[in-house]
């Protein structure tokens, strides 16, 4: 006779419980960044950091390079909103007037934006800065999950999880979903029952196989940037979406397959807007669209004959993967379709 299981209220099983003001801590820094004019419909995420530099302990907000760069683009400003997770009327805007770079890197996709004289308001606000700091960092394992808190498409804060695929020094890859929107999140794992921060959202990374991935850019070398001015290479050179596609999805059907006429009729009207973009992602010439747009009075049409073409054209390349790269390209940015059709 078997012997009775005991069970009890209570048992330890991966000793990871979490305080949740540990969750809090960690939530309030991450903010929404948008443009100082609202006609202007640029967003990124940042969070609020304290940098040690030379000695000096430094507030900053840490985003990446290609959020600033929109900026630069709109020759506008940039605002932090903090809180903005609850009603609107929560949320708290601050200006980061003036704008000052401590630091920043193209290579690295980050920059680092001082906001040392408004240090006082934030902690007036319970908004404490994540502390960026080498000692503390731990040892990343591929088993282990990272933790993402984001403004994913410029919404309320969102959050996410899930296993990393891989370090690529000085970039980590992992299989956590993000939209656009979500460039510039904090990334973190957990330490002894704390969130430690270990990476900044960059990129994604759509594959041609079942499975996208995210990437972002290691803490640890941006702090070697910011004190050595180095950059460190990657061993393996990888394809990245800033701020376009982000990863998320599976594909349900073999990359390999060739698109079907069935899903072709069904496409062709949800491309109405983009099907001359999605055209030159695919690979059309700009005379084949021509030719398609004045031989083709409607819309829907259009559309119907580039896709028609495109698989005439290259008969077996014309798969789902492939489609699936030419609805992920930062011209075309319909993911959704993605989900639905690839």
Not at 239 to 249: C, H, L
Not at 293 to 311: E, P, S
């Amino acid at each position: 006779m078997a012997d009775a299981v005991v069970e009890v209220e209570e048992v330890m099983v991966t000793n990871k419980l979490i305080p949740m003001q540990e969750f809090d801590k960690i939530r309030n820094a991450v903010c929404l960044l948008k443009s100082s004019n609202p006609s202007n419909s640029w967003r990124g995420t940042g969070f609020y950091v304290n940098v040690k530099l030379k000695k000096e302990n430094i507030g900053c907000i840490m985003t990446n390079y290609h959020v600033y760069c929109e900026m630069e683009k709109s020759s506008d400003g940039m605002v932090a909103v903090f809180y903005y997770e609850k009603a609107e009327k929560d949320a708290f805007e601050l200006p980061l007037v003036p704008f000052k770079l401590l630091a920043q890197s193209k290579d690295l996709d980050y920059v680092l934006i001082r906001v040392t004289s408004n240090e006082d308001l934030l902690q007036s606000k319970g908004v404490e800065p994540i502390l960026v700091d080498r000692s503390n960092l731990p040892t990343i394992r591929t088993h282990d999950s990272v933790y993402i808190i984001q403004h994913p498409r410029g919404d309320k804060k969102h959050f996410s999880h899930e296993k990393i695929k891989r370090l690529n020094k000085p970039f980590i890859e992992y299989y956590a979903d993000t939209l656009r929107g979500s460039s510039g999140s904090p990334v973190f794992v957990l330490n002894q029952s704390k969130f430690t921060l270990i990476a900044l959202h960059s990129k994604g990374v759509p594959s041609q196989y079942l499975k996208n991935w995210n990437k972002g850019v290691l803490i640890e070398d941006i702090l070697d940037h910011l004190h050595t001015g180095k950059v460190t290479k990657p061993d393996i050179s990888l394809p990245g979406v800033p701020g376009e596609m982000e990863s998320g999805f599976d594909l349900s059907k073999n990359p390999s397959k060739q698109v079907t006429r069935d899903d072709i009729i069904y496409i062709a009207n949800d491309i109405t807007d983009e099907w001359e973009l999605l055209g030159r992602a695919l690979g059309h010439s700009d005379s084949t669209l021509k030719i398609i747009n004045t031989d083709n009075a409607k819309v829907y049409n259009k559309c119907y004959a580039m896709l028609t073409k495109w698989t005439q054209v290259m008969v077996s390349k014309a798969n789902y993967g492939a489609l699936a790269k030419g609805f992920a390209h930062p011209t075309v940015n319909r993911p959704d379709l993605i989900s639905k059709y690839c």
